[in-house]
């Protein structure tokens, strides 16, 4: 059966052509489920009796169950959700002032392997579907409306567990279907999609007419450090990376973030700062400096606030643009892949 939260709004229109229906009645389904907010297509009253029994037979409007709710007093939802197969993944609402931000994840684990991320302790299971994804957003969209404050998500970071451009035609479905007008309708601008650097997805991204946000997951100014850090540096090294970078920019037209988690004494020095603005020099993007969520996984320690504010004012006198991550959720297990390990560990108990 086809779950409709994974259908883009085109694809739709040719599926139901498909079934004899005229195009239109894609929009009347997407009216329904993302205007309406309905939850079965019974609601659907304008929809034929017969139209609906057919779509009651092939099609479903499933989204993912809250396993494990947990509530910071900062405001941040953290949540374990389940989805059809058992398998969990984490969804993390972060509330700004500017609105309500939702951190999804695009694979159940990861096998980048990135030596601080809780993420890629269990290894990837699978790629998330598009409706998996479209899913969390849901879930976190209900919850709001729960709260009765009138409020939505209004912005979407795919920066949870997985490597999005590991599984990116799913990711680019997902990512059409909450931009479109007639779906979730978030802007563009209001999507960011962040990768550990895979050059020949970066390059596909810049070409595919998106006016989305894109993060490198850079952590380390040099090729000792950063393989040291993140095994994909093995395979596409920095040089190659920051080529990929280069040509994004000229095509897609929009700068890049460069999320750079402090680690103390590994990657916060002076001379790591200093090698960071010269790896850097020539494109026009700007550093995101991310305090650590220290986990029981490994070693590393978080840098602490003097060193994170040093390392911030040499980035700015050496010309670069750079802001520290407002950090949500300290008091529950924030950082990516911590909620899910916990909860295996304690079901292998």
């Not at 972060?94 to 991320?117: E, I, K, L």
């Not at 939505?152 to 970071?157: D, E, T």
């Not at 999005?164 to 931009?179: G, M, Q």
């Amino acid at each position: 059966m086809i779950n409709l939260y994974g259908v883009q709004l085109e694809k739709l229109k040719d599926l139901m052509v498909s079934y004899g229906q005229k195009p239109y009645r894609a929009i009347q389904l997407y009216t329904w489920l993302y205007e309406k907010k309905a939850t079965s297509f019974d609601e659907m009253t304008d929809i034929s009796k017969s139209f609906r029994d057919v779509l009651n037979a092939d099609f479903i409007l499933d989204i993912p169950k809250i396993a494990i709710k947990q509530v910071s007093s900062d405001g941040t939802i953290k949540l374990l959700l389940e989805l059809e197969d058992g398998y969990k993944v984490e969804t993390v609402l972060m509330r700004y002032n500017y609105g309500n931000a939702v951190c999804v994840s695009s694979q159940v684990g990861c096998n980048m392997g990135c030596s601080f991320c809780s993420s890629g302790v269990l290894g990837k299971q699978r790629n998330l579907r598009p409706e998996e994804m479209v899913g969390q957003v849901l879930v976190i969209n209900n919850l709001l409306r729960e709260e009765n404050r009138g409020q939505r998500v209004s912005h979407i970071v795919v920066m949870g567990t997985g490597e999005p451009f590991d599984n990116y035609d799913n990711v680019i479905d997902f990512i059409r279907i909450v931009n479109a007008q007639k779906g979730l309708a978030i802007g563009a601008r209001h999507i960011t999609v962040s990768t550990c650097g895979i050059p020949d997805k970066i390059r596909k991204y810049a070409s595919e007419g998106l006016q989305t946000n894109l993060a490198i997951s850079l952590h380390a100014p040099n090729n000792k450090l950063r393989n040291a850090l993140m095994k994909i540096n093995k395979v596409y090294p920095l040089e190659v990376l920051m080529e990929a970078v280069k040509d994004y920019e000229s095509v897609a037209g929009r700068r890049v973030t460069y999320e750079y988690l402090l680690l103390e004494g590994i990657n916060d020095t002076k001379e790591c700062a200093q090698e960071l603005i010269e790896l850097i020099k020539g494109t026009n993007g700007y550093v995101n400096l991310i305090p650590y969520n220290e986990t029981n996984k490994n070693d590393y320690k978080r840098s602490s606030g003097n060193r994170v504010h040093a390392f911030l004012d040499m980035l700015m006198k050496g010309g670069v643009k750079a802001t520290i991550r407002k950090e949500f959720g300290s008091d529950i297990d924030a950082a990516c892949g911590q909620l899910r390990a916990k909860e295996k560990e304690r079901n292998d108990e």
